[in-house]
């Protein structure tokens, strides 16, 4: 399965607000943003707009590059991890590669 950006995007701006010991009350009410929706968008749930990213960056005191960024990292390691999953070749996997099929020739005997 795909791990959507938005979803990337809520795991770093929670990730920065755990670190911070802030509570979504505090956060929402700094950004000026609801505690659901905020509650939404760190669960990947809403996709934020720009605007709305910068208020909650701005009240966590973070800047959006660095949010933006460690999504960015972030994504790159999850689909470096699907890759490898997704290329690995099962050892106990069979495989049958049929002959080429030649034409039937038979010969009378005289």
Same mark, same amino acid.
């Given at each position: 399965?795909?791990?959507?950006l938005?979803?990337v ?13 802030r509570?979504?009350?505090? /956060? ?15 669960r990947?749930? !809403? ?14 005191? /973070?800047?959006?590059?660095r /949010? ?25 996997? !069979? ?8 034409? /039937?020739?038979?010969?009378?005997v005289?």
């Amino acid at each position: 399965m795909t791990t959507l950006l938005r979803e990337v995007i809520g795991d770093v701006l929670r990730r920065v607000r755990v670190e911070q010991g802030r509570t979504l009350r505090e /956060v929402s009410d700094t950004a000026r943003v609801s505690l659901g929706y905020l509650s939404e968008v760190e669960r990947g749930r !809403k996709e934020a707009s720009s605007e709305l990213l910068s208020a909650i960056c701005g009240a966590l005191d /973070v800047p959006l590059s660095r /949010v933006l960024s460690e999504a960015g990292d972030d994504m790159a390691l999850e689909e470096a991890r699907t890759e490898v999953s997704t290329s690995r070749i099962d050892a106990s996997t !069979k495989v049958v590669i049929p002959q080429a099929v030649a034409p /039937v020739v038979s010969m009378a005997v005289a």
